[in-house]
């Protein structure tokens, strides 16, 4: 097959990243040890895969312009999980089966190479959509050489099929699809094949208002399957659902049903759908086994909505960004996400806080930069007490012990003088590992029972975390300033 285009495009690609170096450095919102773009936009998180000794993080990429539009896949490698090299990009829209965009997928080793499965965006002048799933295969993992489409759209569906996530069982390949039915309902759909060329349509294998599920929205997007601690997990990202409560005040959500997969009927029996992550910025996780047998996560910190272009990285010609890769477990039948340990090799500058007691007062903790990580634990509350992290002016974190609920606040990218909330029921508080980078959050509640992910943008003047408490709170706290990955 014919790559001069893709090559072509692939270089203006990098000489587009190049030349926006100089400006990045200048960004006081550049985040310091997470995966961002070089230049462009970033979405969601492809082919991740350890193969040949490297972690491999594929992303959507559109390098000429802080927007959506036809997306490249980006590419970067890791011997550790903590600093992460570009590579050359990997795709390019540059066929006929792809030209509107290399939309998302998954990677898989066979017989010592690796294969990219993703979906081929295709639109004619009126607008109208067409969708292949199609494959591009490397030896060493750098250089690509595109297969074409292996899967066509199947009767009974939309053009809205797609991010083919590709994985082996029992000595055969299985491909996970979302996708939007006729109806109008979204399902994932199930794809099997001895040799990764040839797929056999396999039906629905879960969906909204599928063989008695209830309403999971119209599209379906993102889907992943895999088995940990003898549990089956689909983890999905489905779009239409209504805000109940607390639950799904995003725009789009990403959560999971555990249950058990039938492979021989083709079907996943499951309970009910539950969040992922409690916060603003969180979508399109997709899941890797690495060399240990670990199971590691990773997502887009952000959602595609009307305030991407009110990021103030806009400005230098960037935006959004992936989450610290987080170990996934399943504990009391919930999935539980644990930052991985390799993290700790950017520790520096530790201080520690024993036995700490407050009621009714504050206590300030100094910063000299906004790379952070801080770890509460032996954490004690008081059952009438609010316990308040305040992170330099511009979000909080508050635990109401009364309640049982953990609120995260954060100034509205909107209307800065407003505030926008989210909100998760917590029967107690014991500890907390908290994440900052210059414009990230991730707070892990209990050992990661639950997650809270956003971006913040705080002013760079501010230099003070402030702990309060209305009523008892004890604890222990350790601080860490954390490394540029690279350093």
């Known amino acids: 097959m014919d790559d001069k285009q893709s090559e072509e495009l692939i270089k203006r690609a990098m000489l587009q990243a190049e030349n926006n170096d100089l400006l990045q450095?200048?960004?006081?919102?550049?985040?310091?040890?997470?995966i961002m773009p070089p230049t462009g936009l970033l979405n969601d998180p492809n082919g991740l895969i350890h193969f040949k000794g490297k972690y491999h993080v594929f992303y959507q990429w559109n390098p000429f312009a802080t927007s959506h539009g036809a997306k490249f896949w980006g590419h970067c490698t890791s011997s550790d999980l903590v600093s992460w090299q570009v590579e050359k990009t990997a795709l390019a829209p540059s066929h006929?089966?792809?030209?509107?965009?290399?939309?998302?997928?998954?990677?898989?080793?066979?017989?010592?190479k690796m294969y990219l499965f993703y979906t081929g965006n295709v639109k004619d002048a009126e607008g109208n959509r067409q969708?292949?799933?199609?494959?591009?295969?490397?030896?060493?993992?750098?250089?690509?050489?595109?297969?074409?489409?292996?899967?066509?759209?199947?009767?009974?569906?939309?053009?809205?099929?797609?991010?083919?996530?590709?994985?082996?069982?029992?000595?055969?390949f299985y491909m996970v699809i979302g996708a939007q039915n006729i109806e109008k309902n979204g399902c994932c759909v199930l794809f099997v094949?001895?040799?990764?060329?040839?797929?056999?349509?396999?039906?629905?294998?879960?969906?909204?208002?599928?063989?008695?599920?209830?309403?999971?929205?119209?599209?379906?997007?993102?889907?992943?399957?895999?088995?940990?601690?003898?549990?089956?997990?689909?983890?999905?990202?489905?779009?239409?659902?209504?805000?109940q409560g607390e639950k799904y005040r995003n725009i789009y959500q990403a959560g999971y049903f555990l249950g058990e997969m039938d492979y021989q009927n083709s079907t996943f029996h499951a309970?009910?759908?539950?969040?992922?992550?409690?916060?603003?910025?969180?979508?399109?996780?997709?899941?890797?086994?690495?060399?240990?047998?670990?199971?590691?996560?990773?997502?887009?910190?952000?959602?595609?909505?009307?305030?991407?272009?009110l990021h103030p990285t806009i400005a230098y010609r960037w935006v959004?960004?992936?989450?610290?890769?987080?170990?996934?477990?399943?504990?009391?039948?919930?999935?539980?996400?644990?930052?991985?340990?390799?993290?700790?090799?950017?520790?520096?500058?530790?201080?520690a806080w024993k036995n700490v007691v407050l009621n009714g007062e504050t206590e300030q903790l100094?910063?000299?930069?906004?790379?952070?990580?801080?770890?509460?634990?032996?954490?004690?509350?008081?059952?009438?007490?609010?316990?308040?992290?305040?992170?330099?002016?511009?979000?909080?974190?508050?635990?109401?012990?009364?309640q049982q609920k953990l609120i995260l606040t954060r100034k509205s990218l909107k209307n800065k003088s407003s505030d926008e909330q989210r909100v998760c029921s917590i029967k107690s508080l014991?500890?907390?590992?908290?994440?900052?980078?210059?414009?990230?959050?991730?707070?892990?509640?209990?050992?990661?029972e639950k997650v809270f992910t956003a971006r913040i943008f705080p002013d760079s003047n501010q230099n003070s975390i402030t702990l309060s408490s209305l009523g008892k709170t004890a604890y222990s706290l350790e601080k860490w300033d954390l490394n540029p990955m690279n350093n």
């Not at 889907?223 to 999905?236: E, H, R």
Request: net charge negative; glycine share 8%.
């Open 25 to 34: 450095s200048r960004d006081p919102h550049w985040l310091q040890y997470h």
């Open 96 to 112: 006929w089966f792809d030209k509107n965009g290399c939309y998302s997928g998954s990677a898989i080793e066979h017989e010592g």
């Open 131 to 172: 969708t292949y799933q199609c494959m591009a295969v490397s030896d060493d993992g750098k250089s690509f050489r595109k297969k074409g489409p292996v899967i066509r759209l199947p009767k009974g569906f939309t053009a809205h099929f797609r991010d083919p996530k590709v994985f082996s069982h029992n000595g055969q």
């Open 193 to 243: 094949s001895q040799n990764l060329y040839d797929w056999e349509y396999m039906g629905i294998l879960a969906g909204s208002r599928h063989n008695g599920w209830g309403d999971y929205g119209y599209m379906w997007e993102c889907p992943d399957l895999f088995s940990q601690d003898n549990k089956d997990v689909l983890l999905i990202c489905p779009q239409g659902i209504q805000p």
């Open 271 to 309: 309970g009910s759908f539950t969040e992922l992550d409690c916060g603003f910025d969180f979508y399109a996780p997709q899941t890797f086994l690495d060399e240990r047998g670990r199971r590691i996560l990773i997502a887009w910190m952000g959602i595609t909505d009307e305030n991407e272009a």
């Open 320 to 351: 959004h960004a992936m989450t610290i890769p987080r170990e996934v477990l399943v504990k009391d039948e919930k999935l539980y996400q644990r930052p991985v340990p390799e993290l700790k090799k950017l520790r520096c500058h530790y201080k």
């Open 366 to 402: 100094k910063t000299t930069g906004k790379s952070l990580e801080l770890c509460f634990t032996r954490m004690d509350i008081n059952n009438e007490a609010f316990f308040s992290i305040d992170f330099w002016g511009y979000a909080t974190l508050a635990y109401d012990a009364k």
């Open 430 to 448: 014991s500890a907390l590992q908290i994440f900052l980078d210059a414009s990230s959050l991730e707070i892990f509640v209990n050992d990661g």
